[in-house]
């Protein structure tokens, strides 16, 4: 398809309840990313994938943070045990090779610790 | 990563050309400037990217001078759709991660 999609659009979790969150990237691209938007306007990098393979993790809270990008799957992100500052909306995104800064984005999924 | 300064908010009238400006002081031989667009409950929207003098696409216009320590993006005819944030990244090109910072919330008014 022409758009990233993400899955759900809104998911709700108690404080320490797992939370799971999905990602179809647009046909053909090579390059996911994670992005936290947590305050109106202040991103945060996760995680960045090339093919099904970990392209940079420098921003992954590693100890409850996990991702996968797996052949003929959506990617995916987990948060175990979700803490209230998790509460944000996650965006993922993809690129072809190459295309470096120019990115496209899904719509997020707004995630809502209570 | 190179850190960009950009105004907080601009406010603009229907018709008007709008210039937002960002400082990147720091910003390195191999680094390219890119803009992007966002929509309250949307995903950033790539607008436009460039190294040096001008870019012009379709919907907007990039400046870069010659020392590329900033750069203006230019909105020709806002209308009130064009409301939106608007960021300025400075990042290698082909080294993908973006780093956002706080934007410029952009308010077209009739």
């Known amino acids: 398809g022409e758009e990233v999609a993400q899955t759900p659009k809104h998911l709700v979790r108690g404080e320490g309840q797992k939370a799971k969150l999905y990602c179809a990237p647009i046909k053909g691209h090579s390059y996911v990313f994670w992005y936290q938007q947590v305050l109106k306007n202040e991103f945060k990098f996760l995680i960045s994938f090339q093919n099904e393979n970990v392209f940079d993790e420098t921003g992954m809270p590693k100890e409850r943070f996990s991702a996968k990008c797996l052949p003929n799957s959506p990617c995916s992100l987990e948060i175990q045990a979700t803490k209230l500052e998790d509460s944000a909306v996650y965006f993922c995104?993809?690129?072809?090779?190459?295309?470096?800064?120019?990115?496209?984005f899904g719509p997020g999924t707004r995630l809502t610790v209570t | 990563l190179a850190k960009t300064t950009q105004p907080i908010s601009m406010d603009s009238y229907e018709g008007q050309e709008v210039n937002i400006t960002c400082s990147h002081n720091?910003?390195?031989?191999?680094?390219?400037i890119t803009w992007y667009q966002q929509f309250p409950s949307q995903g950033p929207r790539f607008i436009i990217q460039g190294y040096k003098t001008k870019v012009t696409n379709e919907v907007a216009s990039l400046f870069i001078p010659a020392d590329r320590k900033s750069s203006t993006l230019s909105l020709p005819r806002v209308s009130l759709s064009d409301t939106a944030v608007y960021y300025c990244l400075v990042a290698l090109s082909g080294y993908s991660t973006l780093t956002f910072g706080k934007g410029t919330m952009l308010l077209v008014s009739p």
């Open positions: 720091n910003i390195a031989t191999n680094d390219y």
């Open positions: 995104a993809s690129t072809p090779s190459g295309a470096g800064m120019e990115q496209y």
